[in-house]
């Protein structure tokens, strides 16, 4: 069976799924990276998947308060990101790292900082048959190096 | 004489405000502000006629909201409770300065800032006329006390200040909903009148219109929360040893002398007068819990070994004796019992302020470190016996007055009305309590011994000991001056204290006399109230106010 | 003459409260070894007023007129409901005081009969003084002994560092003891009674460096506290039960005032404005005031009246020192000698019997009340005697001595007789003498003795101390009870009294109280001369910590004792004589004409010399003769004899008994003493591990709460970021659910 829509309820729709897709990838970015400029970036993905859907609705009502409400909050995003920057770069300067897990001071006096445990190393690679070396040896990348802090 | 109230109510906070500087300069700003105080008290009692009920009384619409529906008033007055307790407080400012003068070495200027707002607080409590300004003043004297004990206390100073300021906070935010209560009932009631947070009012109206049985036990249990922990009732007393040992002297003799009378205020001026029925009914238990007070305080006391507990411990069973007074419910008793307020106040205060003085001496309160030391000291120790008599209810001095005359109103209680099946009951706590007084005058009377008496021991530091200087001496003379003449001549008390006490507790007493009618009427808790029971409270109410 | 009462009444307190004020602000800095001068003045004058107010009280009476009343101020006043109402309405039933409010009644009479809403009496308490035959008499011991004493003392305590602080307490303790016998007020007796049991403390207490002296104080006072403890139920119930506490009877007038004021309140204490009808206002009939004892039972037949007085009895055996609370008399000899002859022997002790002879129509409206009186009196007097028997320590032989007498009045009051009433004061009277006699006497042992006082250590002081010898000696014959000395005038009256008694209740316990009596008697004798042989006689010993000291005292000191051994001689057989005090048959004496004694004049009309009191007479001194002869035969001519004696005693354990005081002492401690001790440290454990505990517990319950929730708060960021996230999808989710 069909389901005939009205067109505008379908560009609506249209609009709404790719706010919510952008809100969601920048929720998800938001909460799984530490780079305070990533979470920055992702935060902002979010502010623009909420405009979309504002401009959405708007259009949908054939009021142009949503639009206008989302110049608005362009302009306040454009003051925020300035702000936010500022901000990253001072605490940048304090501990000379963007990792967000460096900052942990609010949390209740007696519980212990969150400490990153190295990954578990992989299992040895298992004794696969191979070939014998030709050439040079290609740099070895240590373990240490091999693990890249998530930033 | 209304600006003399709201000037001397305010000069503490006034100057404590103003205070500043060195320690010279603190301590004598704050000497001459707590004296201007006490004449600014002094003064009012001189001025006070018989039988007031709102003298000096200043009433402004504080803030109102929804057309003055919600009328919360700046009111203060004084009425003849609340006098005596007034000038106690001005008084023991005076001699908390005092003796504070040399005992207090780090921080003064702060010091006495929080000494004089504490002032202020307690001043305030006893005259405010609204129960939004009274709760006020009430948890705003827990903020300088807290600091003066958590700050200048000595070694467990912060757990006792912490547990002093959340214990009596946890009380008295029960006893808020309970005031809240009555004024919302009062407001529903439906006699069309606007809400009203004046006490005068409310006790009128509730008077007039009395509330349900079981809402008033209800009641009266949450504002039993904030004032039996406050007296310290048995108990609900174990914050008071440690807050008094840890309180620098200034602080334990204001705790002692002043703070501790708020409970029983609170009962003399909400619970009895608003909440009549239920305080006749929960008499019996609160005798019970009284004369538990009075044995189980003088017994522990008995046990002490640090100077400071003991009077603390002493503490507790004295305001047993405050409340077996009031709660005998009958006016003998209630006299006894309110004057029992102010000796206490005056001979405990007086007892902390000499152990400050001995404290300052020996730096030591153990009673063990002590003794003979009368040969030293001989002034102080004459000031030390004479508390002591005052305290354990020497005849010719203040505790003897207020301690037959409450003693007298339970024997009434047990022995002069109409049979119950509570009398024997009566019989019994009366005697016990009379037991309390012998057990007074042994632990009292073995620690001055212990102390003051018998052969000097020897000590290891070799500092000379002073006797009291002359501004010891100074704090002292007033206290013993008001506790002779209060032995002496107690009519003069009693005369400005016995109508506002009649006023208030009038429907109490009456509700507490075992009548058929009003026990129906207990049963049956929301049945319409039998108007000829109406009636008779009423016409007893009339003559209660009769001059 | 008799408009003078008034003045003189308040005269005589007021003297020595004086004296004691000036000693006490100047003493220290300007009187110091002078102090003793105001003091010894003001009591002197005290005493010319008491001997001018017993002339003034004996004139009156001639003129019917026997109760003087003297109203000062108002102490206390709780005004009873609605004007007027309280005391004169009160039931003299049990339970009283259920008066119908007239206001209530004219609402509904019906519902008001079924549940009247009860009245509080009116509570007032002024300060008021009266005088009597028995105040009167009391007084002028009082004066006239502690007159003698400070006189005495002056030469006693000289030297002493708190010279000024002794006479300070003394005058202190005048001016308590002549209030206590003058006032007329129930609760006035007993602040006077607890004031002069403060300064019995100080004074046992004077020489508070000596440990003993501050135990001894503090023990005396507590022990007092019992009795007042027994003493203050008794006031309570009396008055719950008769609403009122006054002795004498009040009319109270209220004048309303015309300009809106307070009306003012006038008290009539005056018996004869009282009774004027013309004087309006309400009568509150007093305990003993002319309107109850004119009633036929004035205090109602009840197991109250009953009750008031074995609580009374508390009391007076309290201050009394009478058995079981006789423990800390012996012991307040740890005081100065002049303080034990004044308070502990000659007054203080006396006023357990002042007391229960100011009680005598309550006594009388019980029975069996008198009984246990007369018991516990006979009992003490025995019990006493046989401690003394073998103490070592002379003072504490007296202080024993001075038990067993208090003993023999209280002996005398039991029986409710007028012979018994009027002997035990009688005997009060002459005991002040001989016993302040005794005791001064012993002071000055002491003081030749370098302050030892121990039996033991010294004796044959005959030739030493003449002057004391002779007037010890006179106070050992009056104390035995040796014709014509004071002591037999008057230990004859009660032992006669007894037998009185006896005859007319046979079975009852009165016979064997007579026999003990007499017993007790011949005891006396013996204890008092073996102390006497002991001290005086046989070869001189001086220990050596007299020194120089070992002589006669100074006349400031012998001067007193000449002069109470003078009164040892003569106060018997002069009041004997001339029936001032016992009365004779026609004349009921000085002391009956005290109002509340009235009543026992009309029992006995016929008493006086009759046969049966001859006989006692005559028992009574043959067997203080032969208490005195078996002394003499231990002491002095057989000392082998005593030591035999005392080791058949030792072998039937008897000696340990009396020497060990019966182990009253102990067993109070193990019974008494020690558990509420240990109470208090369980007590004070429970307090801390118990009831704090529950209170912290109260206390770590939120913590602990707050503790399991804390570890959310870690302080990652996106922790955070992350709850919040899922908060608002749960949230939405509920929403859309």
Not at chain 1, 131 to 143: N, Q
Request: proline residues 4%.
């Amino acid at each position: 069976m069909k389901i005939t829509m009205p067109p505008e309820l379908v560009a609506l729709q249209s609009f709404l799924a790719i706010g919510a897709v952008l809100f969601g990838v920048g929720l998800i970015g938001f909460l799984s990276r530490r780079n305070m400029i990533v979470m920055f970036l992702s935060a902002e993905m979010m502010l623009q998947g909420v405009s979309l859907s504002l401009v959405a609705w708007g259009r949908y009502h054939n009021d142009l308060g949503g639009q206008m409400l989302v110049i608005f909050i362009i302009a306040v995003a454009a003051c925020e990101a300035a702000i936010a920057l500022a901000l990253v770069l001072m605490l940048f300067e304090r501990k000379g790292n963007l990792d967000i897990a460096v900052w942990q001071e609010l949390r209740e006096s007696n519980q212990p900082p969150f400490e990153e445990e190295p990954p578990e190393s992989e299992e040895a690679p298992a004794d696969w048959p191979h070939l014998t070396r030709s050439g040079v040896l290609p740099k070895s990348i240590s373990e240490k190096e091999s693990y890249r802090r998530k930033v | 004489m209304k600006t003399l109230l709201l000037a001397t109510l305010f000069l503490p906070a006034v100057a404590a405000t103003l205070t500043g500087g060195g320690r010279m300069q603190a301590r004598c700003w704050a000497l001459v502000a707590s004296l201007a105080t006490l004449v600014g008290a002094i003064v009012l009692v001189a001025g006070f006629p018989i039988g007031a009920e709102d003298f000096a009384g200043t009433h402004w619409h504080w803030f109102a909201a929804m057309d003055k529906a919600l009328d919360i008033q700046f009111s203060v007055g004084l009425d003849g409770l609340s006098l005596w307790l007034f000038a106690l407080t001005a008084l023991l400012l005076v001699v908390a300065v005092l003796v504070s003068w040399e005992a207090i070495k780090d921080q003064e200027s702060l010091y006495y800032r929080f000494l004089l707002l504490l002032g202020t607080g307690m001043l305030g409590v006893f005259v405010a006329r609204d129960i939004i300004l009274f709760y006020l003043f009430f948890e705003f004297t827990l903020v300088p006390l807290f600091f003066l004990i958590g700050i200048w206390g000595s070694e467990q100073r912060r757990y006792a200040a912490i547990k002093f300021f959340l214990f009596t906070l946890a009380g008295s935010v029960l006893t808020l909903l309970g005031l809240l209560t009555i004024v919302l009932w009062d407001w529903n009631s439906g006699s069309g009148h606007p809400m009203t947070f004046s006490i005068p009012e409310l006790t009128a109206h509730l008077q007039a219109h009395s509330m349900p049985y079981h809402l008033q036990v209800w009641l009266f249990l949450a504002l039993f929360a904030g004032f039996a922990i406050k007296v310290p009732l048995f108990p609900l007393h174990t914050w008071l040893p440690l807050a008094h040992v840890e309180a620098p002297a200034a602080g334990s003799i204001l705790l002692a002398g002043v703070l501790l009378k708020i409970g029983t205020y609170g009962f003399l001026r909400f619970s009895l007068p608003m909440l009549p029925d239920a305080a006749a009914a929960c008499m019996p238990w609160m005798l019970w819990l009284s004369v538990a007070g009075i044995l189980y305080g003088a017994l522990v006391a008995l046990a002490q070994t640090d100077l400071k507990r003991l009077i603390a411990y002493s503490s507790v069973s004295h305001l047993g004796f405050c409340m077996l007074g009031i709660f005998a419910l009958n006016r003998v008793a209630l006299q006894g019992g309110a004057l029992q307020m102010i000796n206490h106040g005056l001979s405990t205060g007086g007892l902390f302020a000499l152990v400050g003085m001995l404290y300052q001496r020996y730096h030591t309160r153990r009673i063990a470190d002590f003794g003979g030391i009368a040969r030293e000291v001989p002034v102080l120790a004459f000031f030390m016996l004479f508390m002591t008599l005052a305290s354990i209810g020497l005849p010719g001095l203040n505790g003897f007055v207020g301690e037959f005359l409450l003693l007298m109103g339970m024997f009434q209680r047990a022995w002069g009305t109409v049979a119950t099946e509570w009398t024997v009951q009566y019989r019994v706590i009366s005697v016990l309590a009379v037991s309390g007084v012998v057990l007074g005058a042994w632990y009292m009377l073995s620690l001055v011994a212990r102390v003051f008496f018998g052969p000097l021991r020897e000590r290891k530091h070799t500092e000379p000991i002073t006797d009291l200087t002359l501004r010891e001496v100074a704090a002292l003379v007033p206290l013993c001056l008001v506790i002779v003449w209060i032995g002496v001549q107690p009519k003069f008390f009693l005369d400005r204290m016995a109508p506002a006490i009649d006023q208030l507790t009038g429907q109490a007493m009456c509700a507490a006399d075992p009548k058929e009618e009003l026990a129906q009427r207990r049963k049956g808790a929301s049945e319409q109230r039998n108007e000829e029971m109406d009636d008779i409270l009423k016409s007893a109410m009339e003559i209660a106010r009769e001059p | 003459m008799e408009s003078y009462i008034p003045k003189l009444l308040i005269l005589i307190p007021t003297l020595p409260l004086l004296a004691a004020v000036v000693v006490a602000v100047l003493g220290k800095r300007v009187l110091r070894e002078q102090s003793h001068w105001p003091v010894a003045l003001a009591l002197a004058g005290s005493c010319l007023a008491s001997v001018l107010l017993i002339f003034a009280v004996q004139q009156a009476q001639k003129n019917h007129r026997h109760e003087h009343v003297v109203r000062l101020w108002t102490w206390a006043a709780v005004e009873g409901r609605g004007a007027g109402s309280g005391g004169q309405e009160a039931n003299t039933q049990y339970p009283a005081l259920i008066t119908k409010n007239s206001v209530l009644s004219t609402k509904n009479s019906a519902l008001i009969t079924k549940n009247s809403v009860p009245t509080t009496p009116a509570f007032r308490m002024d300060i008021v003084l009266r005088a009597d035959s028995l105040t009167a008499i009391m007084l002028g011991m009082v004066t006239f002994i502690s007159t003698l004493v400070v006189i005495y003392a002056s030469g006693y305590i000289h030297g002493d560092p708190g010279y000024w602080r002794f006479f300070a307490y003394v005058a202190l303790f005048v001016f308590s003891m002549t209030m206590l016998v003058s006032v007329s007020n129930f609760v006035l007796l007993y602040v006077f009674w607890e004031a002069v049991g403060l300064c019995s403390y100080l004074l046992i207490g004077f020489w508070f460096e000596k440990p003993a002296a501050a135990a001894a104080g503090m023990k005396a006072f507590l022990v007092n506290r019992v009795g007042d403890f027994g003493f203050a139920l008794g006031v309570f119930l009396l008055w719950t039960t008769f609403g009122t506490l006054d002795f004498h009877d009040s009319k109270v007038q209220t004048i309303p005032a015309a300009d809106g004021h307070a009306a003012t309140t006038v008290v009539h204490v005056d018996p004869q404005a009282v009774e004027n009808p013309e004087i309006p206002g309400t009568v509150e009939h007093g305990i003993f005031g002319h309107w109850r004892l004119a009633q036929e039972h004035p205090f109602g037949e009840g197991s109250v009246v009953t009750a008031i007085c074995l609580l009374l009895l508390v009391g007076a055996c309290g201050k009394s020192a009478q058995f079981p609370l006789h423990v800390w008399l012996p012991d307040a000899m740890e005081g100065p000698s002049p303080v034990s002859a004044l308070i502990h022997a000659a007054t203080m002790v006396t006023a357990g019997v002042y007391l229960i002879a100011r009680c005598t129509p309550l006594y009388a409206a019980s029975l069996y009340a008198q009984e246990v009186v007369s018991t516990i009196g006979g009992f003490t007097a025995l019990l006493a005697a046989l401690i003394a028997l073998t103490q070592t320590d002379l003072k504490r032989i007296l202080a024993y001595s001075t038990v067993s007498q208090l003993g023999f009045m209280f002996l005398a009051l039991g029986t409710g007789s007028q012979l018994g009433v009027t002997a035990g004061m009688f005997h009060l009277f002459t005991h002040a003498f001989f016993k302040a006699l005794l005791f001064l006497g012993a002071g000055s042992v002491m003081h030749a003795m370098g302050g030892v006082i121990d039996l033991r250590e010294f004796g044959g002081l005959r030739r030493k101390m003449p002057i004391t010898h002779w007037t010890f000696l006179f106070g050992c014959l009056a104390l035995s009870g040796i014709i014509p000395f004071a002591g037999f005038w008057s230990k004859d009256a009660i032992l006669a009294a007894v037998a009185e008694k006896a005859s007319e209740a046979p079975g009852s316990i009165y016979g064997y109280l007579s026999y003990g009596a007499m017993f007790t008697a011949f005891l006396t004798a013996f204890y008092t001369f073996r102390a006497y042989f002991l001290a005086f006689h046989g070869e001189e010993r001086i220990p050596k910590e007299a020194g120089h000291h070992a002589h006669e005292s100074p006349a400031v000191m012998t001067g007193p004792l000449v002069i109470l051994a003078i009164g040892a001689l003569t106060v018997g057989a002069y009041f004997q004589w001339t029936g001032d005090f016992l009365g004779h048959k026609d004349h009921p004496g000085f002391l009956m004409q005290t109002p509340s004694l009235t009543a026992l004049q009309t029992e006995v009309v016929a008493e006086g010399s009759g046969p049966s009191h001859l006989t006692v007479a005559l028992i009574s001194t043959v067997v203080a003769l032969a208490g005195i002869g078996l002394a003499w035969l231990f002491y002095i001519a057989r000392r082998d004899l005593a030591e035999s004696a005392a080791k058949l005693a030792k072998s039937l354990g008897l000696y340990t008994l009396s020497h060990g005081k019966f182990f009253i002492d102990e067993i109070d401690r193990a019974l008494i003493v020690r558990p509420l001790e240990a109470l208090a440290v369980l007590l004070a454990q429970i307090d801390r591990s118990v009831i704090d505990a529950v209170v912290n517990a109260f206390g770590a319950f939120p913590r602990a709460l707050g503790a399991t929730f804390r570890p959310l708060q870690g302080g990652l960021v996106q922790f955070y970021a992350l709850v919040m996230a899922l908060s608002v999808l749960a949230l939405l989710g509920t929403l859309l659910w």
